[in-house]
């Protein structure tokens, strides 16, 4: 049973307006959520965290929405770019998990159309 | 460059054959892991070493078989593996926060 999941697998949306990618988790012991991005014949790589105890982090275009409660968090691209083409993967880990092990969700392939 | 280089980038064994995947990482890290990424599932972890023990084995066949020989260093040893472990396989490693897992660009294999 997935732990972790993104239930929309694609997401097109026109340069300059807001991406908005959801992302759901059942295991209440996840205490930190994270988002990468995937390029194509490249490994994902490191976009923004959240910690628990935190309800929104943001990093320039980016900002991440944690509502534990519904055990979802979101994360929103504004304006939106075509170099932000890719997909985007949810992760969450759980304190004390042996090697920081990450659980991660299908994906959410985007596109942005210039 | 990443800091974690895989190796090789493609690769196409039959289901008889013996092959290793390599990555490597110089990034001071102390955990290294194996996911695999087959087409329209979710990186499935399997398998984490930490501080070069391995510390997790996500219920991977055995044919499958990690080593860790240092802390720079981890192989995935492939043995009569069947079509469906067709996938892209990705090693990363983190320090102690979770989001300084780095991944590497992944081996695509094709098992024929």
């Known amino acids: 049973d997935q732990q972790v999941k993104q239930n929309s697998p694609s997401l097109s949306v026109q340069e300059g307006r807001i991406s908005i990618l959801n992302c759901d988790y059942t295991?209440?012991?996840?205490?930190?959520f994270l988002w990468y991005k995937k390029y194509p014949a490249e490994g994902p790589t490191f976009l923004i965290s959240?910690?628990?105890?935190?309800d929104k982090n943001e990093d320039g275009r980016f900002t991440v929405f944690l509502n534990k409660s519904a055990k979802h968090l979101s994360l929103h691209i504004v304006p939106s770019q075509p170099g932000d083409s890719a997909v985007y993967f949810c992760?969450?880990?759980?304190?004390?998990?042996?090697?920081?092990?990450?659980?991660f969700g299908g994906g959410t392939r985007v596109l942005v159309k210039p | 460059e990443t800091g974690v280089t895989q190796t090789p980038r493609h690769l196409v064994m039959g289901m008889t054959n013996k092959k290793s995947l390599k990555c490597e990482q110089h990034?001071?890290?102390?955990?290294m892991y194996w996911y695999k990424q087959s087409a329209k599932k979710p990186l499935e972890l399997m398998f984490v070493?930490?501080?070069?023990?391995?510390?997790e084995n996500n219920s991977v066949p055995s044919r499958f078989s990690p080593e860790c020989p240092n802390s720079s260093h981890l192989f995935l040893h492939l043995h009569t593996l069947q079509p469906e472990d067709s996938a892209l396989y990705l090693c990363?490693?983190?320090?102690?926060?979770?989001?300084?897992?780095?991944f590497g660009s992944g081996t695509r294999l094709t098992v024929v």
């Open positions: 990363a490693s983190s320090q102690d926060r979770a989001d300084g897992y780095t």
């Open positions: 295991n209440s012991m996840f205490d930190y």
């Open positions: 959240i910690s628990s105890i935190k």
């Open positions: 992760a969450a880990s759980a304190f004390g998990a042996a090697g920081n092990k990450l659980t």
């Open positions: 990034l001071g890290h102390n955990a």
């Open positions: 070493y930490s501080l070069e023990e391995r510390v």
